[in-house]
């Protein structure tokens, strides 16, 4: 894993000024009232941290900001980075500090000290995300073997507290690397590697080799990958952590590990960007993984199609006509509408085969949904408004953009074939809804459906406040906490 930021917890009483290695980070009340953490460093400093704090300078920084002092102890020239709460400071805030404070270190040791009421294990986890680092191939690559250290008041409570957040944290980071890397390195046969690796984690993982999917009949599946060299693969991940049993929670994922868009041929700039176009699938592994990690009480089946997409005597024609998996026949107009043939054979072969209680596709799907919603929101397709509240909320409270848009018969008829029950791509108008609504023919009409197409949020150009660019792990944060929230007994 490119991140490899330690966190230490340590106990207050433990701290020895003289003995810092790396930059001293202070959390102080919005207000400037200091409580006996941030005391004990003003007595060190002889009161210029309280002469700081009462300035004008505290006072016009913003909240979740800070400002860096540097003072002179015992002829040693201490950095101290002054952050300062927010107002109404609660655990998202604290959270948002420890990104900033990842951010402001850049990457070297730190000293934190939080004070009371800091919510230490949302500080900790806000550093764990925004510090990660994809610099592999870099031969001046960024350092990362460093620690934080965090001074608080109970060690043990912080550390208990922590822990699941840890889990969740590498699980993020395990789908940024799948993500980031590039698609002579992650070709299907590594993804598949990768994902089989987990199962020191304690998750149970199959693979379905191209015998196996065409002994099934997942021929929408197959058709995509027949150009490439690649073997197309399908990954099942099982984490059965309700030991009363129930139908597992489904979770299916795009793993197109690269897209030339086939003989319906892509652009050649920006064609570099389409390594990130299996991040449904990178999605999927790392929400899979941060369940084994924390022992969720949950059951879930994530299942993932894993296949590349090149141009060959051998791929797919534009007017191919392709039986799939349920049944129904789809003339291909593009072979760069490649991710939703891939969702149809796996949502009906997760249904037929595991019964769930509901479905969550992921994929980065379209680039209209990225016209529409930009790289701020994924958009969020579904047949119950149930469901949708659900995985909204957690959305929200995890602060990961997402937008519902909508669905409806009256984009059946772009659709409609000629020659088969259906046509892979409805046109430039409504993309993202078009594909949406291909997608919803896959699934049975009483199933709790979700269909996330999260092209513009997977890997994006800028910086979110907890990823400084390229992937993002978008959605394991949300989906862990859906599942945690109404699906663990």
Not at 205 to 215: F, G, I, T, W, Y
Not at 316 to 324: A, C, H, L
Request: some cysteine.
């Amino acid at each position: 894993m490119s991140d490899s930021n330690s966190i230490k917890f340590q106990a207050m009483s433990s701290f020895n000024i003289g003995k810092l290695n790396g930059k001293l980070i202070l959390l102080v009340q919005f207000d400037g009232v200091m409580d006996d953490h941030i005391g004990l460093i003003d007595s060190i400093t002889n009161g210029m941290l309280k002469s700081f704090i009462d300035s004008d300078v505290f006072k016009k920084l913003n909240a979740g900001n800070f400002t860096e002092l540097n003072i002179f102890i015992k002829k040693e020239l201490l950095s101290i980075l002054i952050f300062k709460k927010y107002q109404e400071y609660g655990a998202n805030d604290a959270r948002l500090i420890g990104a900033n404070i990842a951010k402001a270190v850049n990457n070297k040791p730190s000293h934190i000290i939080i004070g009371s009421g800091g919510y230490p294990d949302e500080v900790a986890f806000g550093l764990k995300l925004r510090s990660y680092n994809f610099s592999k191939y870099k031969k001046l690559r960024s350092e990362n073997n460093y620690t934080t250290s965090l001074y608080v008041s109970d060690v043990q409570v912080t550390e208990n507290a922590f822990e699941e957040k840890a889990a969740i944290s590498l699980g993020v980071n395990f789908t940024r690397d799948l993500i980031n890397e590039p698609a002579n390195v992650l070709t299907t046969q590594e993804f598949s590697n990768r994902l089989e690796a987990l199962k020191s984690s304690g998750l149970r993982v199959e693979v379905l080799n191209e015998k196996d999917l065409e002994k099934i009949g997942m021929r929408t599946l197959l058709c995509v990958g027949q150009g490439s060299d690649s073997e197309s693969k399908v990954v099942i991940m099982h984490w059965n952590g309700d030991s009363s049993g129930g139908s597992p929670l489904a979770l299916v994922g795009k793993g197109v590990v690269f897209d030339t868009g086939g003989i319906s041929m892509k652009p050649a700039s920006g064609m570099e960007d389409m390594t990130m176009d299996m991040g449904g699938a990178g999605v999927v592994g790392g929400v899979m993984k941060a369940l084994a990690l924390r022992k969720a009480k949950a059951n879930v089946v994530g299942i993932v199609g894993l296949v590349e997409n090149m141009p060959s005597g051998n791929a797919t024609r534009p007017g191919d006509v392709i039986k799939s998996l349920k049944g129904d026949t789809i003339e291909v107009i593009n072979t760069d509408a490649e991710g939703r043939l891939v969702l149809a054979d796996l949502l009906w072969y997760a249904q037929k085969q595991f019964k769930p209680s509901a479905c969550i596709d992921l994929a980065t799907l379209t680039g209209a949904v990225i016209t529409s919603l930009g790289h701020e929101h994924a958009g969020l397709f579904s047949n119950s408004n149930r469901f949708v509240e659900n995985f909204l909320s957690v959305a929200l409270a995890e602060k990961e953009g997402v937008w519902r848009l909508p669905l409806g018969p009256e984009y059946d008829k772009l659709l409609k074939s000629r020659i088969a029950d259906m046509k892979n791509v409805g046109g430039r108008a409504a993309g993202s809804i078009t594909a949406a609504q291909f997608i919803q023919r896959f699934v049975e009409p009483e199933m709790p459906w979700i269909h996330l197409d999260i092209a513009g949020v997977a890997s994006i150009p800028g910086e979110t406040d907890f990823s400084g660019g390229g992937a993002t792990g978008w959605g394991v944060r949300t989906i862990n906490s859906l599942i945690s929230k109404y699906y663990e007994k």
